[in-house]
């Protein structure tokens, strides 16, 4: 399961992603999944700090965000609020839902079903979500590419000078691969004391591959998975691509 260094550092990777920036980058994708589906209602596994789940509802839709960190949903309860169109709940993606076949379309995205732990935990996860939606209805699934990193090196990806609660900080990110896990490192350097403090952390993830997500999702039942190697629906080259997407149709 998601390991819990990510709440203790959620205010810096909030800090580090320019949240307009990628949703608009990612929303072409979206909604031309919601409107083939003709989405009423999203289910938002492993939520985190809500933004995605906050976006479909800003679009008229029914959606419920779930988390297994309490913190991370009462952040979003006080920063997105509730109603009967807008629910927050914890629960992790590997526990069932308790109104089977209710979405339309149910979505875990931004490397989070990675930090599953381990593919035993993928496979259950997925079984939850496709059993989340109905007959006809979609599961998309979003994870970091890890096989097109090299072996070895970490790749720094951002370094960002931010207003954290705790005080004025540094903040770098990267990420790197080790075989078939892959981590990602932070650091935070306080920049307001007269002696720099800094906290580190290095999370692994398990490296999915295509084929077995594939394979994984069609003992769960489903009857057509599309791939995708980026956002703009290119396809996946195992060795290119950033990302790797996946549609599958219950």
């Keep these: 399961m998601r390991n ?3 709440d203790d550092f959620s205010d810096a990777y909030e800090a580090m992603i320019d949240w307009p920036r990628r949703l608009a980058h990612e929303e072409g994708f979206y909604r031309r999944l ?3 589906v003709r989405a009423r209602s999203v289910l938002d596994v492993a939520c985190g700090t809500g933004r995605h789940a906050a976006m ?14 309490p913190a991370m949903i009462e952040r979003c309860r006080e920063r997105f609020g509730e109603s009967q169109t807008l629910r927050w709940v914890v629960r992790g993606f590997d526990q069932p839902h308790p109104e089977p076949a209710s979405f339309d379309v149910a979505i875990c995205v931004g490397n989070s079903l990675a930090l599953a732990g381990d593919e035993a935990a993928v496979a259950a996860a997925l079984r939850q979500m496709l059993a989340a939606v109905r007959p006809g209805g ?4 979003h994870v970091l590419n890890l096989w097109r990193l090299p072996d070895g090196p970490a790749q720094w990806q951002k370094c960002v000078r931010a207003s954290l609660p705790e005080g004025e900080s540094l903040i770098v990110k990267g990420v790197h691969r080790a075989g078939s ?20 952390e290095c999370v692994p993830f398990v490296g999915l591959e295509a084929a077995g ?5 069609g003992c769960a039942g489903a009857t057509r998975i ?7 629906m290119q396809p996946y080259d195992r060795e290119q691509s950033p990302d790797l997407i996946m549609v599958a149709t219950k």
């Design 213 to 217: 997500l594939e394979a994984m999702l």
């Design 34 to 36: 919601f409107d083939e």
């Design 226 to 232: 599309e791939t995708y190697g980026a956002w703009h």
């Design 4 to 6: 819990q260094a990510f």
């Design 138 to 141: 979609r599961v998309l699934i």
């Design 56 to 69: 479909f509802h800003s679009w008229g839709l029914t959606v419920e965000g779930a988390d297994i960190s």
């Design 181 to 200: 896990t892959g981590y990602v490192n932070m650091i935070v350097a306080r920049l307001d004391l007269s002696e720099p403090r800094m906290r580190t």
